[in-house]
């Protein structure tokens, strides 16, 4: 298989978005000042703006989503309490185990089958203190979920998540690292969603093509403390005005063009499921597609290198599974042709033992 000379499809992650023209001519004249003293005027309007948009209090700037939630489950619990999460939630798999680290949390896993978290899969998992038990003091919710495939959590499942929570003393953390995409599915504003949960962590780098940065919102109380985590994790940031300003517009525009990475989602699973061998598992709703290849002859790794081969970057979660996440930096017509290759690379014949390469980054 000969090199492709094109720039890659690139269907890894909506993390490998690249910031826009616009971006980039806001991020050169954005007014800026020192963060730590509070006196960046590009920041401060940004943090203003997603609390207003979320409805919520406040607001504060974090480089990184996984910062944001780490923030929020110390914000939230005691040294050795427990949290319940979905069992392949991003707080649980992909973070390093900073709730154990920074937190000192036990994070107990809860399945929920189709991704969507719901009060009757968390109630047995919530525990009140005793002579045997740490009590628990957080739920994290995850939407939408990522390794569940995109999956949207309906609004009546967030609010009987909340009101059961809020009547035990629990609080409830939402990793919204795409809650723009939830909320373009449920064709309703995010404060609708951030309505059920006490903070809100969201990212600004993935599908809002923001080069850097996430938000935590919640209550100025929670948001005050927040500053001092913040700091402790190395995020107090100087003239950061200059991400925030690719920030605003990823914020205020990009959020609401996301129906187009749905529609080329779907798009590319419509293409896939043509495939004999290929399995989509999951419903298709946002701008992720996962797809088992168990009944093709290759394994995920296999395949992706051929891929890669033929121009298309798109990983394994496992030697099992694949995922493809649309974005604006990937066309329909990108999409499309990543679909054709995919078709290629499970048809081939060549039993060519395949570099190995990594499984999925998030
Ligand atoms: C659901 C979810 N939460 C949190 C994060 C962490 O975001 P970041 O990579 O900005 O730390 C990711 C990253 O992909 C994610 O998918």
């Known amino acids: 298989m000969t090199e492709n000379p094109n720039p890659p499809i690139d269907l890894r992650s909506d993390t490998v978005t690249r910031p ?5 001519q806001a991020m050169a004249a954005a007014e800026v000042g020192d963060d730590v003293y509070g006196e960046d005027p590009t920041i401060r309007k940004l943090e203003w703006r997603a609390a207003e948009i979320f409805g919520k209090e406040s607001a504060i700037f974090v480089p990184s989503g996984v910062m944001g939630n780490t923030i929020a489950i110390k914000l939230h619990t005691q040294h050795g309490e427990e949290i319940v999460c ?9 973070e390093l185990s900073m709730s154990a680290w920074f937190s000192g949390v036990f994070a107990r896993p809860v399945e929920a089958p189709d991704g969507v978290l719901r009060w009757q899969n968390i109630r047995p998992a919530v525990r009140t203190a005793s002579p045997h038990n740490a009590r628990t003091s957080l739920i ?11 999956i949207v959590t309906p609004l009546a499942v967030a609010e009987e998540i909340y009101g059961e929570a809020q009547a ?7 990793d919204g690292a795409r809650v723009f995409h939830a909320a373009t599915f449920l064709r309703q504003p995010v404060a609708a969603i951030a309505r059920y949960a006490d903070t809100v962590m969201f990212c600004l780098s993935k599908g809002l093509g923001a080069p850097v940065g ?6 100025a109380e929670d948001i005050t403390r927040a500053h001092a985590y913040r700091k402790r994790l190395g995020g107090g940031m100087r003239q950061a005005g200059v991400l925030a300003a ?18 080329d ?23 992720i597609v996962i797809f088992d290849v168990t009944q093709t002859a290759f394994s995920s790794s296999t395949i992706s290198s051929r891929l890669r081969a033929m121009g298309v970057l798109l990983n394994g979660i496992d ?5 493809a996440v649309t974005h604006f930096d990937v066309s329909r017509e990108q999409c499309l042709a990543a679909a054709a290759a995919l078709r290629r690379a499970v048809s081939a014949t060549d039993s060519q033992p395949a570099p190995q390469l990594g499984f999925t980054q998030l």
């Open 140 to 150: 994290c919710v995850e939407n939408t979920h990522n390794m569940a495939g995109g």
């Open 214 to 219: 996430s938000l935590l919102v919640g209550s």
């Open 246 to 263: 690719a920030g605003l517009i990823a914020l205020e525009q990009m959020s609401l063009r996301l129906q187009e990475d749905h529609s």
């Open 168 to 174: 035990r003393g629990l609080k409830v953390h939402l």
């Open 265 to 287: 989602a779907q798009a590319f699973a419509d293409a896939i499921t043509e495939i004999p061998g290929i399995r989509i598992t999951h419903e298709v709703q946002t701008n």
């Open 319 to 323: 030697e099992q599974r694949m995922r």
């Open 20 to 24: 826009t023209q616009a971006m980039r």
């Open 86 to 94: 979905e069992a392949h939630a991003h707080v649980l798999d992909w």
